[in-house]
């Protein structure tokens, strides 16, 4: 009974995502966590998705996880945000009620058949003694024994050298917005995973092919308020001791990272009549692809002028007005219904003050950041209240949003206020802020500090190169946030499987998703701080807005099993109406302002847009709205989703020349130093992956190529 296909350790987004994806792909999956009543806990914002996060929300969703899913049932107030900029950068996020959304996680979890929900502290990770029957399991991209490496250099690289795999993609371009297939790959069984075994403080052991460490924060964590420190997981829960030890006895490289989180302030103390009101969108969009919003009213446009941004803060936060072709009386017809605009709970905005300066200013030194306590480093792009008065000193106030945790608890999360410093100093500097001149204190902002690996120890499927079978996902991996963290527990969740059932590998490139760019980043690149995901990290983010995710990864969960046929047939549907709409546009001419046109030509035009144009195309179906979202955007920047479309052909052709493990880049003595240092730690799968590496320049990548060719 204690022998499982698959084991996780942690029971956050990351083991959650893990956990159901290998539980649905068939396998017997045992996920370990130190609280039941933790599971798929919000221990920082209540909130889910925001700017780029909303994306890999959406593309979670588009693949078959429950990200989307639980966060469309629990939010008590939705907005798109950046509606003022790009479509690329449009993103959906949810105000999560973070009590609901944790139980409906744990229930999903306690559900789930093939799923085992146990409590216990894991406290050792080792080989079993008694390895397990060889199972054989298949690998894309030359991911096989070396021997197969060196057969598929030589089946690429003439491909790479002349292009020739990519010139009928030239001359047929596919629909726009339409995931690219790679060329064919050779697929070849490695050597079955060894058999690990886990050990519980109790001092039970279980046993798995393949264990996923997804253990967040919690690893030799200890949390700093002012001077005091002590052992201590977020939200009070216990620190996982003992864990890490094991991990650095497996010659596991760990690093320590650092996070923080605001004060928690009690309703009833805040004076809203000094903050502004932040109410949710009229008309929510939700994650999940299968609810549908029709009008029988004009539809209005995404794109249109207006539109007006207001306040907004470095970029994150945007309060712009709905688009308009989402009219009064829309509502889901498809999956589970999201909060309605009337049960919504508002946010509050608010700011800090010169008072609030001088206060931090004057006690910095007892921060432990600045003291030298903590040793861990800190998110560049999340920094902590007394970071942002020390960095951005020429500033005069930065925003405050004031967010409900929940409709059953007054506690209210203060976005933008996340620190470090004594609690003493906590109210001081509540006691500047407009609207929180009296709050009541229930929990107080402190910073956390906690082990992490290094992601270049990782493979592209999340699989330790020096360790199979054993895979990292979250911040276990050195990322910041739920939605990273999720993803990453999805993609391991689907390797794992695969390699107990003998099945190819699963990546996603950095033209596919959000979530290929996330995972390339950590393991190609690396970080020295917390990685966040952002929108300008894609190289192709007009390719990746939030509406396609569907179009981009849902064939993918299909293929994979994580997709049920019904759904399947919903999104064929829906694409087919994109493309039908699309063909009709372009077919239909009328005479404008004297000429005559097509309304698809007339769309180009960045005056016009969908609503201008309903007076004069009667014939307009009656579709739903991401539908209509979907075929503007793809006529109206056409000619830019082409021009992608194209670099990212050009990227493919050295994307799938893989490189070998066996590859000595010292030996290679034309390569520059630096570039031989790099490519010696990171030790990427393929050239498109050592293009992207920091240190190597495109003279590195043509010299590896001619010594592939040659080899």
């Known amino acids: 009974m204690n022998h499982y296909d698959i084991i996780i350790i942690g029971a956050g987004h990351a083991g959650i995502e893990a956990g159901l994806a290998a539980a649905r792909l068939g396998c017997r999956t045992a996920i370990f966590t130190q609280c039941l009543d933790a599971v798929g806990n919000l221990p920082c914002n209540p909130s889910i998705g925001g700017s780029s996060k909303g994306h890999i929300v959406r593309e979670i969703d588009a693949l078959g996880g429950e990200m989307g899913k639980v966060a469309d049932e629990t939010t008590i107030q939705f907005r798109m945000l950046n509606l003022g900029k790009g479509p690329a950068v449009h993103s959906p996020r949810a105000q999560v009620d973070r009590r609901a959304y944790a139980d409906t996680m744990k229930q999903r979890l306690e559900q789930q058949p093939n799923l085992h929900l146990i409590q216990g502290e894991v406290v050792t990770i080792q080989p079993a003694v008694t390895p397990i029957p060889a199972t054989p399991s298949g690998s894309t991209a030359c991911g096989g024994a070396v021997a197969a490496n060196e057969t598929c250099v030589l089946h690429n690289l003439d491909a790479a050298a002349e292009g020739a795999d990519f010139a009928d993609a030239r001359n047929n371009p596919q629909p726009v917005g339409t995931a690219i297939t790679p060329p064919e790959t050779i697929t070849t069984p490695p050597a079955p995973p060894p058999h690990w075994q886990i050990q519980l403080l109790t001092g039970a052991t279980y046993t798995a092919p393949c264990v996923i460490l997804a253990t967040g924060t919690f690893l030799r964590a200890r949390v700093h308020i002012g001077e005091h420190n002590h052992q201590s997981g977020p939200d009070g829960l216990p620190a996982a001791m ?87 009386g829309d509502s889901p017809s498809v999956g589970t219904a999201i909060t309605p605009p009337e049960a919504q709970t508002p946010c509050h905005l608010t700011f800090t003050t010169e008072q609030t300066k001088q206060v931090i200013l004057e006690n910095i030194h007892r921060s432990p950041m600045y003291s030298g306590i903590i040793d861990g480093i800190g998110a560049r792009y999340c920094p902590s209240i007394e970071d942002k008065i020390v960095r951005f000193a020429d500033k005069d106030r930065h925003n405050i949003f004031i967010e409900p945790c929940g409709r059953t608890t007054n506690e209210m999360y203060l976005q933008g206020l996340s620190s470090s410093l004594p609690e003493d100093v906590q109210h001081q500097i509540l006691q500047t802020i407009p609207g929180l001149q009296h709050a009541e204190v229930m929990r107080p902002a402190y910073a956390i500090e906690y082990d992490c690996v290094n992601p270049l120890a990782l493979r592209p499927t999340l699989e330790f190169r020096q360790h199979l079978g054993l895979f990292g996902a979250g911040q276990f991996n050195g990322s910041s946030g739920y939605e990273e963290a999720a993803a990453q527990g999805l993609i391991a969740g689907i390797n794992a499987a695969h390699k107990v059932l003998g099945r190819d590998e699963f990546t996603l490139g950095r033209h596919e998703a959000y979530i290929g760019i996330l995972i390339d980043d950590l393991v190609n690149k690396g970080t020295n701080e917390p990685y966040r995901m952002m929108t300008s990290r894609a190289e192709y983010r ?62 180009r035009r960045p005056e016009l847009d969908y609503t201008t144009l309903a007076e004069h195309d009667p014939s307009r179906l009656e579709l739903p709205a991401e539908v209509i979202t979907n075929v503007e955007t793809d006529i109206k920047y056409e000619g830019y989703l082409k021009r992608q479309q194209a670099q990212v052909h050009e990227m493919l052709r050295l994307e799938h020349v893989p490189l070998p493990r ?4 010292q030996a290679i003595t034309a390569l520059r130093i630096e570039a031989r240092q790099k490519l010696t730690a990171a030790h990427p799968e393929t050239l498109g992956a050592a293009a992207r590496i920091s240190g190597v320049n495109p003279a590195d990548v043509e010299i590896l190529l001619l010594y592939l060719k040659k080899r």
């Open 242 to 328: 003992q864990l890490s030890d094991s991990l650095e006895q497996l010659g596991i490289p760990l690093q320590r990272f650092k996070t923080g989180t605001p004060p928690r302030v009690n309703r009833r103390s805040i004076d809203f009549t000094q903050t502004t009101e932040q109410p949710g969108d009229e008309h929510p969009t939700p994650f999940l692809f299968t609810h549908e919003t029709r009008s029988n009213k004009p539809h209005g446009s995404f794109l249109g002028k207006e539109l007006s941004p207001r306040a907004t803060e470095e970029g994150s936060r945007s309060d712009e007005t709905r688009p308009s072709h989402l009219r009064h």
């Open 542 to 603: 007009l390719l990746l807005r939030h509406d396609t995710a569907d179009r981009r990864l849902t064939p993918h969960g299909h293929k994979l099993g994580l997709i049920s046929p019904e759904r399947f047939a919903q999104y064929e549907h829906k694409q087919a109406q994109i493309q039908q709409e699309k063909q009709r546009l372009a077919s239909v001419r009328i005479t404008w302002q004297g000429k005559s046109a097509t309304l698809a030509e007339l769309l």
């Open 662 to 665: 066996d590859l000595d880049y």
